[in-house]
């Protein structure tokens, strides 16, 4: 069974930095597809970012929706199974809960939307007030 374990978030102020962590168990192979999405109240879930793990020519290959590029950043420790959203940058319009997504349904990895995803982490509150 594919576990993600979520953690870090948290408030700041806009301009801040803060990084979300995504603890992957269960997969028996190196290679598989990590999102991350978030929502706010009323809204549908929206994909941020999005990761192929493991090598091989698909490896690493990362993705990133316009509103975060150049601010957000995921990386990989595979030694850990964990997959980091570093978001730097931070304004208030990021504030949302945020999510990690693993275990494609359907469909590429790339911009792959929250409704592909078969598990989720528990989610984890960013706040960035202005």
């Known amino acids: 069974q594919v576990q993600l374990v979520e953690s870090g978030g948290g408030s700041v102020q806009a301009g801040g930095s803060l990084r979300l962590s995504c603890v992957v168990s269960g997969y028996s192979h190196d290679n598989y597809c990590v999102g991350w999405f978030r929502q706010t109240p009323g809204k549908e879930r929206e994909g941020v970012a999005g990761?192929?793990?493991?090598?091989?020519?698909?490896?690493?290959?990362?993705y990133y929706t316009d509103s975060v590029k150049g601010r957000f950043t995921i990386s990989q420790d595979s030694a850990k199974n964990t997959l980091n959203l570093q978001m730097n940058s931070l304004k208030p319009e990021d504030t949302a809960m945020y999510y990690c997504?693993?275990?494609?349904?359907?469909?590429?990895?790339?911009?792959?939307?929250?409704?592909?995803?078969?598990?989720w982490g528990q989610g984890a509150q960013v706040t960035v007030s202005s």
């Open positions: 990761i192929y793990t493991g090598g091989g020519p698909s490896g690493g290959i990362t």
């Open positions: 997504a693993a275990g494609l349904k359907w469909g590429s990895c790339y911009f792959a939307p929250y409704t592909a995803f078969r598990y």
